[in-house]
Structure formats: C-alpha cells, structure tokens
C-alpha cells in the first residue's frame, strides 16, 4: 500500500532489551523524522534524516539509535528499553522541494510498553 | 527554545457551532505552521500547512490564520459537526523539524 507504514503497531518488551521499530514509506521524500508522544509533553523529535546515510539529533535522542541505508526506511531502535521510553513512537516523512517546506505526513504510530 | 502553547486544552460544544482554536509560540522565526487531527489511538492527518509567508490557508469549513509578529495561530471550523470531534495540534515548523503543541481536545455533541 502507498504511504508511510509503521511495524510493529504494539510491542510489550522487558527493561535492558533491545527493540526496533520499522517505518516504510513509499513516497521516496526525502526527509524522515521519529517521534514519540506523551501525556503532557505532546509529540518531541527524537531523531530525524534528510536522506539515506544522513541522520541527525532531535529534542530526545538518548537512548535511540537510527540508521538509513536506504531512502524508503528509518529504523529506530532501542538499544536497552527502559520504563520511561514507554510512549506511543510516530514516523513522519516529508518532501525536499526546492524552498518550500512542506507538510510532513504520520504514520499510524507503535505502542509500546517496557515493563 | 521554541515553546508552543495550545489553549484551550479541551472544547465543548453542540453541534452546528462555529469555534476557534487557539496557537501560540515564543519564537517568530518559523517556516510554518501545520494543523493536524488526531483520532483517539489514532495517528496524524495534516489539516492545513500555512507557509511564514503566508496569512491564511482554508479548506473546507477549515480556516487557518497566521500572525507572526505576535506568534499566534487559530484554526476556525465552521458549523461544527459530531464528525470533528478529535484532538487538534499545533506544530510550528523550523526549517523541516516541527514543534507541538499539547493540543486541544474537541467534543461536538450532537
């Protein structure tokens, strides 16, 4: 299907385990973002790319990794989870064109709980 | 540090009403500002993207304005329907990285 898929869309894990969550997106835009989202602190940028090979720091990135070989995947994961990165985790994607910034798109978000 | 505040952070009203959605933020130096709906359990649907050079956008009973100068943004929906009833956020766009809002909370009874 078209758009931006995200997987899994619930995860249980355990405290100390490491957890990867996909995003897809068939649009081929450039830029990809992760975001987790919170009661009372609202969506905050974990990490974002501009294209394949390039990632960068958002607002929260400790404890994340992400990597992107490829431009239609940004992966990120949690390299030992802990209770407090217990959040609903969105992927987002927008288009380079030109000067413009455009809108950015949401995939359907991951649940997941570190108990 | 940007800072986006949403008010109020939950709305009420019977249906056919027309309301407004409150934005505001503490750095005018923005590329954007987005509007999005968000479904209980649900992800994000983008409503409207206003561009800084931009005054107001509108689509549909949607209307969106702009005032940088003073850092605010109201999203108007007009003749409100039990359909609209989600959380609306706010994020304000520098460069391609977007800073929410907590959002407003929007019940429609009918």
């Known amino acids: 299907d078209a758009g931006i898929t995200q997987s899994p869309r619930y995860k249980i894990t355990e405290t100390g385990r490491q957890v990867t969550l996909m995003c897809h997106q068939t649009?081929?835009?450039?830029?990809m973002f992760w975001y987790r989202q919170d009661l009372g602190h609202g969506l905050r940028l974990i990490y974002y790319?501009?294209?394949?090979?390039?990632?960068d720091k958002g607002e929260v990135p400790d404890g994340y990794v992400v990597s992107r070989s490829k431009t239609e995947n940004f992966p990120l994961t949690l390299e030992s989870a802990t209770r407090s990165q217990t959040s609903v985790y969105f992927c987002?994607?927008?288009?380079?064109?030109?000067?413009?910034?455009?809108?950015?798109?949401f995939g359907p978000g991951t649940r997941l709980t570190v108990l | 540090k940007q800072e986006v505040t949403q008010i109020p952070a939950a709305l009420s009203v019977p249906e056919g009403e027309n309301l407004v959605l409150n934005c505001s933020f503490t750095?005018?130096?923005?590329?954007?500002l987005q509007w999005f709906r968000q479904d209980p359990g649900k992800g994000l649907t983008s409503l409207l993207l206003?561009?800084?050079?931009?005054r107001e956008q509108t689509s549909g009973r949607l209307n969106a304005s702009l005032d940088k100068s003073s850092g605010r943004s109201t999203l108007y929906i007009a003749a409100s329907q039990p359909g609209d009833s989600a959380t609306y956020l706010c994020?304000?766009?520098?460069?391609?990285?977007?800073?929410f809002g907590t959002g407003t909370r929007l019940l429609v009874s009918p």
């Open positions: 994020a304000v766009g520098s460069f391609q990285k977007l800073v």
């Open positions: 987002a994607s927008t288009p380079l064109s030109g000067s413009s910034y455009n809108e950015q798109f």
């Open positions: 750095d005018s130096a923005i590329y954007n």
């Open positions: 206003i561009q800084s050079s931009q």
């Open positions: 649009w081929s835009h450039s830029y």
């Open positions: 790319s501009a294209a394949a090979d390039i990632t």
